[in-house]
C-alpha cells in the first residue's frame, strides 16, 4: 500500500498537480492551524501582513499583491519551496503535502469574497 502511494506520488508530474484536497470548512480549518504555528510570524493572524515583522511579506488577503502567481500549484510551490530570499521553504517543517494543500485552502479563504473558489462539502472520512 505504501510502496503504490509512493508510485502514485513519483508519477504524477509536478507540474500539473492539481489540489487534491476539496476546498471545504474541514480543510480551510486545518490550514488556518498550521497558519498560525508557522505563518503567522510574517504574515499576521489575518494575513495582512501589518505586523511588519518583515516589512516585505505579501498580503495574504490580496492575489494581486502575489509575484509567485495565484493558481494552486504556484501557491503551493512558494509555501514549499519559499519565494525569493525572505519567504522561507517550508517543505521540511510541513512536512506532510496534505497539510501543504490544507494551507493552500486556507490561504484562499482569505481572498475576497469574489475570487474564492467555490466551497465544498466536508469530505465524510
Ligand atoms: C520569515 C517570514 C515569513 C514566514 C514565516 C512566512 N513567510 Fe510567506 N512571505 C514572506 C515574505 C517576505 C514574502 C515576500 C517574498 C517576495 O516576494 O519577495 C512572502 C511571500 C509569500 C507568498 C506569496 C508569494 C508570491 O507569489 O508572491 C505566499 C503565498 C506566502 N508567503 C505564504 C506563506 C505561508 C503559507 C507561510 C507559512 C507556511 C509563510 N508564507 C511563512 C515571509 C514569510
Redesign the pocket.
Known amino acids: 500500500m505504501r510502496f503504490l502511494l509512493l508510485l502514485a506520488i513519483v508519477v504524477v508530474p509536478a507540474a500539473s498537480a492539481a489540489n487534491p484536497v476539496p476546498y471545504s470548512k474541514k480543510s480551510i480549518g486545518q490550514g488556518r492551524n ?2 498560525i504555528r ?2 503567522a ?3 499576521g493572524n489575518d494575513g495582512k501582513a501589518t505586523v511588519d ?2 516589512a ?3 498580503d ?1 488577503t490580496n492575489p494581486k ?6 493558481s494552486d500549484d ?2 503551493f510551490r ?2 514549499r519551496d519559499g ?6 521553504a ?1 517543505a521540511s517543517q ?1 512536512r506532510s503535502e496534505t497539510d501543504i494543500w490544507h ?1 493552500v485552502n486556507f ?1 484562499r479563504s482569505l481572498w475576497p469574497e469574489a475570487q474564492r473558489p467555490a466551497l465544498q462539502p466536508d469530505p465524510k472520512d
Request: charged share 10%; with cysteine; proline share 3%.
Open positions: 498550521v497558519y508557522h505563518c510570524g510574517c504574515h515583522v518583515v516585505d511579506a505579501t495574504l499583491a502575489y509575484t509567485g502567481g495565484t504556484e501557491i512558494s509555501i519565494r525569493n530570499a525572505s519567504m522561507p517550508f510541513i494551507v490561504i
